[in-house]
């Protein structure tokens, strides 16, 4: 079966950096976009990057745009998302999803998610 499983996250200063991984078993990405969530305490989710499925067209929200970039490597099965210049506001737990087709938005729907892993930015 389909299974997502998101790793990486941890408590870090501002300013400092973070990779998160997200392994993928049970489906070919050559079918899907990959996309990565966020949620913090009290507020909604929110969409923050994906990557097409084979081209890595990729997408990025106004809140990480140029710190965040997402990569994939197939041959791993696995996608990264790199937090760079990490602020207290990036607080969350981050969730990676998938979409099936070569290239679902952030708003579209995403059917697949992994458990989340908590990312704490604090001095």
Known sequence: ???????????????????????????????????WFRQAPGKEREGISCISNSKG??????????????????????????????????TAIYYCAAAWGPWVPLEGMYDFWGQGTQVTVSS
């Open 1 to 35: 079966h389909l299974q997502l499983v998101e790793s990486g996250g941890d408590s870090v200063q501002p300013g400092g950096s973070l990779r998160l991984a997200c392994a993928a078993s049970g489906f070919s990405l050559d079918d899907y976009t990959i996309g």
């Open 57 to 90: 067209n990729t997408d990025d929200s106004e809140s990480v745009k140029g710190r965040f970039p997402i990569s994939r490597d197939n041959a791993k099965k696995t996608f990264y998302l790199q937090m760079n210049s990490l602020k207290p506001e990036d």
